[in-house]
């Protein structure tokens, strides 16, 4: 399969596109977008027609990424594609470095300057982005995002469709749910519930009001 079609045009996109790009995995690059104009290049790849045109294209033998960045829409669209028989790719920078004994499922992108240390399992269609670090065992689930600068220790578990804000730190050992949301340059030294928004440091859930 040489041909790759990312899902999401915008600044998400781009970088999955530029690291697949330099990872000379694929031979072509397009991408499928509600709100670009069809030719328009973005980072030299063309975008060549709407999302939902990726139906259209599981028969051709290429492979998807989605390159959105809500963790929710992304997780649905990723199950809609493997339930229609779709192959999803796996991209990783050619300057991030991951443990051989790092298990990573489809439809992760792996950004430049992360590190993935041994043992850790990378659920599907999560996001490591930029100089993002996950250290030994540390277990994320479907739909995580790991932003840049973040660093999670060792042992860490992440819920399905989590955030992990910008250069937030996670303690050793600690569990956090599904559907919550880590501040930026939050510090989380316990575990948190799911569906919570924690900030601070330490971190704390956020009151409202």
Not at 88 to 113: D, K, M, R
């Amino acid at each position: 399969m040489n041909q790759l079609y990312i899902l999401g045009a915008g600044g998400h996109g781009a970088v999955v596109a530029e690291a697949a790009v330099l990872s000379q995995h694929w031979e072509s690059v397009s991408f499928l977008d509600d709100n670009a104009d069809q030719g328009v290049l973005v980072v030299d790849c063309p975008v060549i027609g709407k999302t939902s045109m990726w139906l259209d294209l599981v028969s051709v033998g290429c492979e998807f990424f989605v390159a959105i960045g809500h963790n929710g829409k992304r997780d649905e669209i990723l199950s809609s594609i493997e339930e229609h028989g779709g192959a999803l790719a796996i991209i990783t920078h050619p300057n991030a470095v991951i443990s051989p004994s790092a298990i990573i499922e489809l439809g992760v992108v792996i950004c430049a300057g992360a590190v993935i240390n041994p043992r850790a399992r990378i659920g599907r269609g999560s996001i490591i982005n930029t100089s993002a670090s996950i250290d030994h065992d540390c277990v994320l689930e479907n739909a995580a995002h790991i932003s840049p600068g973040a660093r999670l220790a060792g042992g860490v578990t992440v819920g399905a469709r989590t955030w992990v804000g910008i250069g937030a730190v996670v303690r050793e050992g600690v569990s956090i749910g599904s559907d919550c949301i880590v501040g930026a340059g939050a510090a989380v030294v316990v575990d948190i519930e799911s569906g919570q928004t924690v900030v601070g440091v330490p971190a704390a859930p956020l009151k409202h009001g």
